[in-house]
């Protein structure tokens, strides 16, 4: 019995990271496969995300230069974190 | 004066044995490293603190109804409950509660119908453990807040660095083999649904490793966590050691060609061929890998930002605080204290020792056959521990070379051993949990 | 090597049918609508996604643990569940969930109670399905931050506006009469509960179309929610030509006076008026218009700020996104993939654009009767799709004349709206479903 | 059968389409009411709102304004000042 | 026609008693305290509202499924109903009711699958109740959100003060007396676990008084409620008066000495001393401390601030909105309206009478004969009701002396007193509960 | 049996008094001998609080002026405030 539990974890071992490279492998194919196929059919036109009625992201570069934006975001929050961690001491 | 004797005789100290004063010392020690010494606290404090409030003797909070009911009920009621679990004996509480976890799910509700109507109730880690951790439902929820974390931007960059994050699961299997060789030469006692779980240490993923064992091994989930989220906090330790023993000042000093930019549709895809791939190819992992596909999907589509944060703000901050204290309900002396805890704890380590010199190993041999330079530093990234393993690549780099940055490199192996963690999951669920 | 044989039979692409392909390819595409053409993404992101998971061949996911041993178990265990369930056959998985669904409460609990001892669990959807909509708490909590997100000011000013939100429901009963109609005459097959919940599609309003249909008809519950919410991010297509086609340019040029101020104390005794006038007129409704003024009231109130940012913050976002992937639950191939479907699509969009023609209409009527001027094109805000109906008004009236605003005054219908078709919702549970 | 089912139709058309209307008519009525009872016997002294415990809304039209705005921005420019000269110490 | 009879059969005109009226009536009048007055709105919105939506006639949102089929199934249901329930007649709805509840967990199941099939669910406001209240969960986690929120730092610089918060309890179980000797005289009617519960009111604690009725007194949980939180608001009213009669102008005019600083590391350390206390010496508080310490440590730590933030914020806020609706699932006619109920509310104005007397004489006591000085005004922080019961004292302090800020001195007894009445809680759940 | 029921309200109130007492005359107690302990054998370096992974709140005091912070705060959620209700639309 012993014997048979340790051939099932050999087993395990050797399906279960065959399996892992596998499927990583696959994933390593699809991902090339994908930027390849994004790439060359979909140039990148930094997304207009959306026809119209999306309310998504506003497009780049139309709202202030978003390193400034970026900037203002992080003070703020970081404005309101100290807040927040004062208030609760 | 009776009620005198019946406060005294329900006080802890009254009714206090040797394990449960032993697991309330584990859980000051798990609390005093998470909050003074920084080991992973947003998990050990609840841990800690569930560990600690499932070992006060006398209340219950860690208990089904019908485990309160063996430990106080009068003999009337006990001899019932025997009767209804079909046992002889009704002196002897562990008897009980094996013929109970060994009862159908019918003859364990009538025992539950039995001792509510006298007045027993669910312990209260019992309730939070049976909601968010027996469900499934608090891993699963976790793992779709970190994959709303999660930028893949680095892995798609440079997606050979999968194979590290790949080769870093060895230690996963590793250990199972370990496993089941301690049960064999009778040191341990484990079966191989109990192997794999403990495996799954090996992993360095909090979530993953408690799913693993909630479905395959739930008497070992408390170790198993405590050890897992341990070790992750352990990582700039047990790591570099390891690093520098295998790799040679030149290899530690080679600098990696930049990243290239990923589009923001590359980011949007991805998750979605990721989750194809589960669908296609290994529909075990579709629960974990596909909660993790949604998180970033959430994240990475732009469209959906309120979903996004709630996802990876006040939904995995409430999930994480029940997680922790239901984790903690599994750290009671009965089922904790035991050889096999000593053997997981010594198994844990030794799958991230061997996951972080697979990932270095792996990492040498591509830079030997590989065209553009590879860092082997960056193997030890694969076993996951995000981000603790990618900041320690880059720190054992930066001592070879100061002008080595090779955090973003390390973030490639670092997300696919996620990844890869949650591939082995699903195998040995498929494999051993069927 | 039988691992790889059971690795292999487990895997997706054996087990995938054609109808499961499908499925992966709509909830991709529903995908595709929510994020690159903004289609309603905080719902249809999820669905999308839900629907992805529930098709995913050999997981099981959307499956209760009976439903999962159907296709899975062994003979032994599926001749007992077909003994519990009260039929002969054991061969066809189609027949014991049929046998299932007519079951009682009492035989389902036995067959759950079988299975769950042989390892079979509910799936991961199917656990937030059940928790979400079949307990009708999500619809009801989402309904509860719509209240706390509207601002009924607009309908305070100009209350004769409800009489348009009045009107556009004539779109969800004359549906009702057209789904009967195709089933009078062979075409489909919807009982009456079933052309009630169709019909609600025209109420334009997501969560009421949930609650409803997952009362009154659960089977078609992801081809209504999937047809609501695409509908509603359609209405700037649907509804123009409708509104351009049913006015003179004259009409669409009225201009109209502007609206009073509304104190805040009005605005506190409304949702208080509503509720009052709900309890003693159409208890049935109180569910839905019940949570919807507690969450208005909250907002209004203005001494519950913590619990109202609750509301319409991280509850209703957490909230959306179980309510989300719990409507992809009913994507499942076996149930979607139905001719009923298509005649859910065509009577959907039938139900919308008689709404629309309906409060159009109206308005021309009350502007010809009426004292003050009344633009015809704020009629169409009746059927809610809250703000997006009344945003369509204010863009066709700013065509015909450059200085009209219609959008506070169409606000007020649109808010009628949603009142109006709750209140639709309230009567047809209380006819069909009592 | 047929019939009785496109007799339920017409039933539900119309009962449901009345009790619509006649609900939302009564609450024109009632809103009508409410507005002119609140208006006539409880003028608006622009809400103390609740005698004193009551940590209510600021009072309706003072703040929206540009001038307020302006002063907005400007404090929060003097945050992010704040926050980087805190930053180069 | 018939549709017309049904609807209006199933309005609520045509069901409503006086009972419910009244109900609703009372609803509003919370409404309005809470809204207009500032009584607790926190609370109070919810629980108003919940009042008046469990008294909608007809729409059954405070009844499980079996009271929904008492009231409206047809004969045939009836008698099988009353069949499983062992009784005979099935004329009256009261005697299933009572049937009903005195049935076991095993008789209970098999009459809600008996009803679930006929078509019967549980009411809106009964699913959160059972979740939120009856599971115990809810009051547990508003404890620790209260704990993420409680600054100890007075307490541990003056914990002398400690005696103040445990007199104040008088009130409470004075209260029980009361409450046994009104029955023992015929005038109401109490058991000795109604009578703990009313007595809790006098802790002044909101979560604490749900958490010991829902478990000692279910029917008497909305009238407790709706006690404590009430004269939570009025403690600017009562407490005045009692603090002056008991206090001479030269002891109000005290000036207490600065309080001590007190070290983060004195902050962390406490939540664990008291948890270990509570573990050795009284398992039946651990619950509602070990909540209390659990959240107390999350915010002291400072690792975790991630969780303090969602213990305080989202989540006590999330589970704030579905307690108060599920308190007022408990203000249904059938079980308020009852002369008990004048009883609770007389007995918890006394409470807080004598929990506030208590305070300040103990606190003259301690002046008298301690070596620093101590303004007796704030031993009626005492009672609780946090902070309200602290600027009470500081208040009148004010009134005799301007330059007397009480105000942290008076947080002290102010802590004290939730410690206090959730130790009372343990003490009255373990002898009475039992 | 009401005599009984009296009985069982006094002996509640004493033993309920009683532990009460006892349990926070037990709890001075700890608080007093924690607070010497920690002061005695732990002196207050004040906090380096967690050796280096830990991401502490900022140490006490060296922030600015409490009432400048107020108002700071009280503008920025102001701003975000309307910020989100902006988005929301
Ligand atoms: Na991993
Ligand atoms: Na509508
Ligand atoms: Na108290």
Redesign the interface.
């Known amino acids: 019995m012993q014997g048979t539990l340790m051939d099932q974890g050999l087993e395990l071992m050797l399906f279960g990271m065959g399996t892992v490279l596998a499927f990583l492998s696959v994933l390593v194919l699809s991902i090339t496969l994908m930027s390849w196929i994004l790439a060359r059919y979909f140039p990148v036109v930094e997304m207009p995300q959306g026809s119209g009625a999306s309310p998504g992201r506003p497009p780049v570069g139309v709202l202030e230069s978003p390193a400034e934006d970026a900037r203002l975001i992080a003070v703020i929050s970081a404005a309101i974190h100290r807040h927040r961690s004062k208030k609760s001491q | 004066m009776g009620?005198?004797l019946?406060?005294w005789r329900?006080?802890?100290?009254a009714?206090?044995d040797m394990g449960q004063g032993i697991m309330?010392l584990i859980g000051?020690l798990l609390?005093y490293l998470?909050?003074?010494?920084?080991f992973e606290?947003?998990l050990l404090?609840?841990i800690g603190?569930g560990g600690?409030?499932a070992?006060?003797?006398?209340?219950g909070?860690a208990y089904s109804a019908v485990e309160n009911a063996a430990y106080g009920a009068d003999p009337a009621l006990l001899g019932e409950l025997a009767r209804i679990l079909g046992i002889e004996s009704t002196e002897n509480a562990k008897a009980l509660f094996a013929a109970y976890a060994a009862s159908?799910?019918?003859v364990k509700?009538?025992a539950?119908?039995?001792v509510?109507?006298a007045?027993f109730?669910d312990g209260?880690l019992y309730?939070f453990y049976s909601v968010s951790i027996a469900?499934?439902?608090a891993p699963?929820v976790i793992f779709?807040g970190v994959g709303a974390m999660t930028d893949f931007g680095p892995?798609?960059a440079n997606?050979?660095t999968?194979?590290l994050?790949?080769a870093a699961?060895?230690g996963?299997?590793?250990t199972?083999?370990g496993?089941?060789?301690l049960?064999?030469?009778g040191i341990m006692d484990f079966?191989?649904a109990d192997?794999?779980a403990i495996g799954i240490i090996g992993g360095a993923d909090g979530p993953t490793a408690i799913y693993v064992s909630s479905i395959l091994a739930p008497d070992l989930l408390g170790a198993i966590a405590v050890a897992a989220y341990s070790y992750m906090?352990l990582v700039p330790m047990i790591q570099p050691p390891i690093m520098r023993a295998l790799t040679t000042e030149a290899e530690r000093k080679i600098e990696m060609v930049q990243l290239r930019p990923v589009?923001?549709?590359?980011k949007?895809?991805?998750p979605?061929?990721?989750?194809?791939?589960?669908?296609?190819?290994?529909?075990?992992a579709?629960?974990l890998l596909?909660?993790f596909?949604?998180g970033n999907?959430?994240k990475e589509?732009?469209?959906?930002d309120?979903?996004s944060?709630?996802?990876q703000?006040?939904?995995i901050?409430?999930v994480?605080?029940f997680l922790g204290?239901s984790v903690g309900s599994k750290l009671v002396a009965a089922k904790f204290l035991d050889t096999n805890t000593l053997g997981i704890l010594g198994l844990g380590i030794i799958a991230f020792a061997i996951g972080t010199a697979s990932g270095v190993l792996l990492a040498k041999l591509m830079n030997k056959f590989g065209s553009t330079p590879l860092n082997p530093l960056i193997g030890s990234a694969g076993v996951s521990a995000v981000p603790m393993a990618a900041r320690v690549s880059n720190k054992v780099g930066l001592e070879a070379n100061p002008h080595n940055f090779l955090l973003m490199h390390a973030m490639g192996p670092n997300v696919?051993g996620v990844?890869?963690s949650a591939?082995?999951a699903g195998?040995?669920i498929?494999?051993?949990?069927?």
Do not use: W
């Open positions: 009620n005198f019946n406060l329900d006080s802890g100290i009714q206090m309330i000051l609390l998470a909050i003074r010494k920084g606290p947003l404090v609840p603190f600690i409030l070992n006060i003797p006398g209340a909070l159908g799910a019918q509700m009538l539950s119908q039995l509510n109507d007045g109730h209260m309730i469900s499934g439902v699963l779709m892995l798609l997606p050979k999968l194979f994050g790949a699961q060895f996963i299997f590793a199972v083999l496993a089941v060789y049960t064999s030469i079966s191989i192997a794999a906090a589009t923001t549709r590359e949007i895809v991805f979605m061929v990721l989750l194809l791939l589960v669908a296609f190819l290994l529909p075990s579709a629960p596909g909660m596909c949604f999907l959430l589509s732009g469209v959906v309120r979903l944060d709630a996802a703000g006040s939904l901050n409430i994480t605080i204290l696919a990844i890869g591939v082995a195998v040995m498929s494999l051993v949990g069927g």
